[in-house]
T-cell receptor
Framework: DTGVSQNPRHKITKRGQNVTFRCDPI?????LYWYRQTLGQGPEFLTY????????KSRLLSDRFSAERPKGSFSTLEIQRTEQGDSAMYLC??????????????FGPGTRLLVL | GDSVTQMEGPVTLSEEAFLTINCTYT??????LFWYVQYPGEGLQLLLK?????DKGSNKGFEATYRKETTSFHLEKGSVQVSDSAVYFC???????????FGTGTRLLVSP
């Protein structure tokens, strides 16, 4: 079990540029989540996939954000025309259904984005 | 909407002291409750969970009891160690949604 992996771990970009992050879930997990965490705050939910279907999406996810999970394996999160307010840690998590509301989400190490 | 309120940190303790980190919640229906921990330089890890009223979650000497009447899920440990220094997050899931709603986190600092 290699855990959830995320790449890159760090990204510095200039305002207005596009960035893309990748998440590889634990191999048998068919549920995948994206969260955003700013300094001193808890993670905030962005979106959720079951297999390749995007089933939940937060109002935090503006039109500049798009997430995909082709073939139900890895996922990408793209931010277009980045703004300084996008600077945050972007966390990915995955889970395997079957334990009801106690289902555990396993988190990756995150991608830290800094927009200059 | 659903929310989680945690006590502000940092909480500073000496080794072997008793720990309580308060967590209260607001949710529709009957949420599941979680404590996650984030050690320095590492990702979030599930510490313990409880899925119904009066359930007690426990792990690594930490415990929390789901109290529906007080809408609370306080984290406790009888004797903390320096290695317990981390940020602790209380979270819930409710309403048939898969998303977790987190509190702001409480930093624990344990000195020798």
């Amino acid at each position: 079990d290699t855990g959830v992996s995320q790449n890159p771990r760090h990204k510095i970009t200039k305002r207005g540029q596009n960035v893309t992050f990748r998440c590889d879930p634990i191999s048998e997990h068919n549920r995948l989540y994206w969260y955003r965490q700013t300094l001193g705050q808890g993670p905030e939910f962005l979106t959720y996939f079951q297999n390749e279907a995007q089933l939940e999406k937060s109002r935090l996810l503006s039109d500049r954000f798009s997430a995909e999970r082709p073939k139900g394996s890895f996922s990408t999160l793209e931010i277009q025309r980045t703004e300084q307010g996008d600077s945050a840690m972007y966390l990915c998590a995955s889970s395997f259904p079957g334990t009801g509301m106690g289902e555990t989400q396993y988190f990756g190490p995150g991608t830290r984005l800094l927009v200059l | 909407g659903d929310s989680v309120t945690q006590m502000e940190g940092p909480v500073t303790l000496s080794e072997e002291a008793f720990l309580t980190i308060n967590c209260t919640y607001t949710a529709t229906g009957y949420p599941s409750l979680f404590w996650y921990v984030q050690y320095p330089g590492e990702g979030l890890q599930l510490l313990l969970k409880a899925t119904k009223a009066d359930d007690k979650g426990s792990n690594k000497g930490f415990e929390a009891t789901y109290r529906k009447e007080t809408t609370s899920f306080h984290l406790e440990k009888g004797s903390v160690q320096v290695s317990d220094s981390a940020v602790y997050f209380c979270a819930l899931r409710s309403g048939g949604f898969q998303k977790l709603v987190f509190g702001t986190g409480t930093r624990l600092l344990v000195s020798p």
